[in-house]
Structure formats: C-alpha cells, structure tokens
C-alpha cells in the first residue's frame, strides 16, 4: 500500500529565503508526481506534474525533481514571498490506477 | 479553469438524514473523483469514477455511495450521517492531455463544508 510522507509538517522562513519541500513515497511503481497548493478555505491549486519518465519540472520560482529509485521528491521555492504561505501537498498516482494518495501537506510561512 | 462546481458549498444536517453532494463539471472529462480531508488525515479518496456508471471505491468508502448517470454530474451520498462524516470534501477530476493521452493530472473544485449535529 502506497505511504506518501512530507516533511516538515510546518515551516516558517523569512522573506527571500529558499526553500526545499520534501516528499517522501514508500512504492516506486508510480505514474506521476504532483504538488499542489491549499490556501486556508480553498481548494487545491495545481502546481507540477512530473511524470514517471521526467526528473524534474519547472514553473517560474518552482522547481519540482523526482528520483523514484530513492522514493522522494523536492519542491524547490526561489525567493520566497509572503504571498507563497499556504499549506503544499503532494500526491502520487500509482502505476495501473487512477488514484492519487496524498501526503499530509507542509504549511509554509514566509514572514515580511 | 477545469469547470467545477460543487454544491451546496456549505451545509449543517443532523445525525441519521441522508445527505447529497453534487460535483459537475462543464469539459466532458471521464474521470472524477470523491475526496474528504480532515484534521490530521490529508486528503483520502473516498470514491471514483472512470466513466458514466463506472465507479470504484477508495480508501474511506464505508457509509457513502455514488452515483453517475452523466458524464458530467457525480454524486455522493451519505446514506444515514453520522458526527464522524463532518468534513470537507472536494471534488476532482483528471484530464488528459494535449495529444489525448491521459496524464492523471487532477484539478480540485472549492469544497463543500458539512457539519453533522
């Protein structure tokens, strides 16, 4: 059965500090990676999606690596701003399924 | 924007009265899901859906059921609520891409808050 584990549970930095989210998933056979964002009350946002075949992805001050032989992947934050506080999840689709298994989240702070 | 909408957004019942949720979605994708997340517990799949009537359960199927006679409508049904059933739950859906070949990416609705008394 498939375990994903982030860590840290919570972290706080200062502004325009960078910063590494960590992923960790017990099953390798997976068909993709995704990281997302919850702001308090909403709904999720959709952030990267790695595929099983691709090491990493990149979206402006993100930057998301997948190594499944080690089970992990980064979320990587550029110059963190105030703005980017929220609570980052990540779910993993398993190989032969439609269903994603997600993490507990981290909830990120980033003071002025 | 993947179309969704959840209804009702926000909803207090009490205990033992049957409860639906509706998630509908306007781009014809084929597969949706039922999630619920608590305190403590993440995000849990409760039930999905690959196609119309095709549905398969989750992790945390027990006390609901679902239903999808249209593409673009999937219910959730709480049968008989219970206090344990307070929670958010979203909805997803996942789409495939560009060349038509399913990429797994999920896109959430806004939730749907339900308190049971």
């Known amino acids: 059965k498939q375990e994903v584990t982030q860590i840290p549970a919570a972290l706080s930095v200062p502004e325009g500090e960078n910063l590494v989210l960590n992923c960790s998933f017990t099953d390798s056979a997976i068909y993709n990676l995704q990281w997302f964002r919850q702001d308090p009350g909403k709904g999720l946002t959709s952030l990267l999606l790695?595929?099983?075949?691709?090491r990493e992805q990149t979206s402006g001050r993100l930057n998301a690596s997948l190594d499944k032989s080690s089970g992990r992947s980064t979320l990587y934050i550029a110059a963190s701003q105030p703005g980017d506080s929220a609570t980052y999840l990540c779910?993993?689709?398993?190989?032969?399924?439609?269903?994603?298994?997600f993490g507990a989240g981290t909830r990120l702070f980033v003071k002025a | 924007d993947a179309g969704i909408t959840q209804s009702p957004r926000h909803k207090v019942t009490e205990t033992g009265t049957p409860v639906t949720l509706r998630c509908h979605q306007t781009?014809?994708?084929?597969?949706m899901y039922w999630y619920r997340q608590d305190p403590g517990h993440g995000l849990r799949l409760i039930h999905y859906?690959?196609?119309?009537?095709?549905?398969d359960k989750g992790e945390v199927s027990d006390g609901y059921s679902v239903s999808r006679s249209k593409t673009e409508d999937f219910l959730l049904t709480l049968e008989s609520a219970t206090s344990s059933q307070t929670s958010v739950y979203f909805c997803a859906i996942s789409e495939s891409g560009l060349a038509g070949v399913w990429t797994g990416e999920l896109f959430f609705g806004e939730g749907s808050r339900l308190t049971v008394l």
């Open positions: 779910g993993v689709c398993q190989t032969g399924g439609f269903k994603t298994i």
């Open positions: 859906s690959y196609g119309v009537k095709d549905t």
């Open positions: 781009e014809n994708h084929r597969y």
């Open positions: 790695i595929q099983s075949s691709q």
